[in-house]
């Protein structure tokens, strides 16, 4: 079996993305954010009160004859942001893009942080880490991905994330229609659960590249890049006015500035993020002043190779045992 769903920005900066999945029967169809970064897939539903919904979508049990309450299981969440939720779980049918898995749990949200509220766009979300991560208690469950592996035609999802515009989520085939040349694939390590690999090196313009393996991890859930900050001080050395701003956290520099493209390194092949990603958006609608799609890491204390950098690529998440991580140009 295969599935292939649209990966559509929820706004004009391409903060996040997300993926049309329907739950239940009759089909109840949410829109949720595909994170390769955890492994829980919540839903806003009719547990959650409704001071907490504020216009997104709503998964009801009750009005789904294969709906089924895990009995006495729970779970909660906090990201790396600092956003979360909790409450309890179903299972239930849920199919992305034409693939179907008969037994997903599905974890209703009981309560969600403000940040969750306020996002109108986002109805949840789907963990496309290792199952090892899923945080539902007494007994853990395990992701889509993994329910569905065994029906798989391969045991893979690739993700073509665009540049404010739409892109897709493929599962269980690679499309050859989606890259160029070939994809080049480096090894991955699931401990504690994240899509961990590292980078060759990288270049700042037309600089040199710079021979480095930097770890991180590969997390569609998050927006910027990260990196150590002695990479980052090197791109912005070649920014007229930038500056790591405490007030803004992190780099800004002025809207008028040029900057260069950022290239990054999967062992021989050399991938380059175009300027415009990293020129990420003015501070505020009126404002001069724009925050840059590349940060440091310091305060994260890993490096994450988020949207700006994937989007650059055609990135196939590969299954296999181990699991290996590639990238392909488009
Ligand atoms: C984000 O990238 C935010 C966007 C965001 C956060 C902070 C500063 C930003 C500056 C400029 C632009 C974006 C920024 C994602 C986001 C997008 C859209 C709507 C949102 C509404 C509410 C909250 C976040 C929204 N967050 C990253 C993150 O936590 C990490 C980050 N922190 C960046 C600081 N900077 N991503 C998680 C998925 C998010 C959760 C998806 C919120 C959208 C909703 C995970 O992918 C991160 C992951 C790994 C961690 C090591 C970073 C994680 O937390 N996994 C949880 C497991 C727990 C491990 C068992």
Redesign the pocket.
């Known amino acids: 079996d295969t599935g292939s769903a649209a990966a559509i920005p ?2 004009e ?1 391409d ?2 993305y997300v993926t049309p999945v329907t739950v239940g029967t009759p089909p109840q169809t949410l829109m949720l ?1 595909l ?6 897939l919540w839903v806003f539903s009719s547990l959650t009160p409704s001071s907490q919904v504020r216009g997104q979508d709503i998964y009801t049990p009750a009005n789904s004859s294969t709906s089924k309450l895990l009995n006495g299981h729970t779970w909660s ?7 979360g939720s909790r409450g309890t779980v179903y299972l239930d049918t849920l199919a992305v893009g034409g693939l179907e898995v008969k037994s997903q749990a599905v974890q209703t949200a009981q309560e969600v ?1 403000s ?2 509220t ?2 109108q766009s ?1 109805d949840g ?1 789907m ?1 496309l ?1 290792f199952s090892t ?3 539902v208690r007494p007994s853990s469950q395990l992701t889509f991905f993994d329910n569905a592996r065994p029906s798989l035609d391969e045991e893979v999802f690739t993700a073509d994330l665009k540049y404010h515009a739409t892109g897709s989520y493929d599962f269980g085939f690679v499309d050859r229609a989606k890259y160029t040349g070939n994809i080049s694939y480096t090894a991955v390590t699931e401990s ?3 899509w961990t690999h590292s980078l060759s090196g990288y270049a700042v313009g037309s600089g040199a590249f710079q021979t480095t393996r930097l770890s991180g ?1 590969s ?6 890049l ?1 990196l150590p900050t002695a990479v980052v001080t090197a791109y912005y050395r070649q920014v007229q006015g930038a500056q790591n701003s405490q007030y803004y ?2 780099y800004v520099f002025p809207c008028s500035s040029s900057l260069p493209t950022f290239t990054f390194g999967i062992e021989e092949a050399r991938f380059t993020i175009p300027a415009s990603y990293i020129n ?2 003015r501070i505020s609608p009126t404002s001069t002043t724009c ?1 840059g799609g590349l ?1 440091s890491s310091s ?4 490096n ?1 190779f ?2 700006v950098a994937l989007k650059a690529a055609f990135v196939v998440f590969s299954g296999t045992n181990p699991p290996r991580i590639g990238f392909a140009h488009k």
């Open positions: 929820i706004n900066v903060i996040a954010d994170d390769t970064g955890s492994s829980d969440i906090r990201y790396g942001d600092g956003s942080s940040s969750f306020q996002e986002l979300l963990g880490g991560l899923n945080t504690p659960g994240y991890i997390d569609t859930g998050t927006t910027l990260y956290g992190g990420y958006t925050y940060q305060g994260l204390g890993i994450i988020g949207d």
